[in-house]
């Protein structure tokens, strides 16, 4: 399995731009996560899913922040419009529901707001 | 509510040395324990975990044991290498509105000098 994949690797934006951050998770997994990891506040996790449905968006920073994951294998993070503050490694992750085999992490996308 | 509690990083050792990272808990019934690891430039990977009291985790020459009398996970490992310098995580989870959610500690840095 190629694991959790997270697109792209980087990013650089001016300010006021959409971004939009992808994640493909691993096959079979129900669950999908989406941390902000930053030196000042660590990990964040922002939302999640089960079965594609989201459960818990209550870490989603503000209404400029979105996410949506309409098949099983596909989710995506939009910022609409980015400001500097929104700079940071965004993390995806998949797990199963059922089980306690903790979560898969993909690599991350490193986001600079210019 | 649920949480994890880390010693404060950095922590820097030379090669060859002991090394213990703390982690203590609060938790309502009985969550599950992990220890995360993130190298720089990666998202964190599973290195050990452990489902029910008493039971040890290891992998890699880390190991943890699950003390439930002191709510503690503490990660230990006999002999450091300069290639375990990264971010330690430990992290508790249990089931939230019947889904499984992570909750993280703040990480603990260990620096290992040749």
């Known amino acids: 399995d190629a694991g959790v994949i997270q697109s792209p690797r980087h990013e650089v934006t001016e300010m006021g731009q959409e971004v939009t951050l992808r994640c493909k998770p691993i096959?079979?997994?129900?669950?999908l996560f989406w941390y902000r990891q930053t030196m000042m506040r660590g990990l964040e996790l922002l939302i999640y899913f089960n079965n594609n449905v989201p459960i818990d968006d209550s870490g989603m920073p503000e209404d400029r922040f979105s996410a949506k994951m309409p098949n099983a294998s596909f989710s995506t993070l939009k910022i609409q419009p980015s400001e500097p503050r929104d700079s940071a490694v965004y993390f995806c992750?998949?797990?199963?529901?059922?089980?306690?085999?903790?979560?898969?992490f993909g690599s991350g996308t490193r986001l600079t707001v210019v | 509510g649920n949480s994890v509690t880390q010693m404060e990083g950095p922590v820097t050792l030379s090669e060859e040395a002991f090394l213990t990272i703390n982690c203590t808990y609060t938790?309502?019934?009985?969550?599950?324990l992990f220890w995360y690891v993130q190298y720089p430039g990666e998202g964190l990977q599973l290195l050990l975990k452990a489902t029910k009291a008493d039971d040890k985790g290891s992998n890699k020459g880390f190991e943890a044991t699950y003390r439930k009398e002191t709510t503690s996970f503490h990660l230990e490992k006999g002999s450091v290498q300069v290639s375990d310098s990264a971010v330690y995580f430990c992290a508790l989870t249990f089931m939230n509105t019947g889904f499984q959610k992570l909750v993280f500690g703040t990480g603990t840095r260990l620096l290992v000098s040749p």
């Open positions: 096959s079979g997994h129900n669950s």
């Open positions: 938790a309502t019934g009985y969550p599950s």
């Open positions: 992750a998949s797990s199963l529901r059922q089980g306690d085999y903790g979560y898969t």
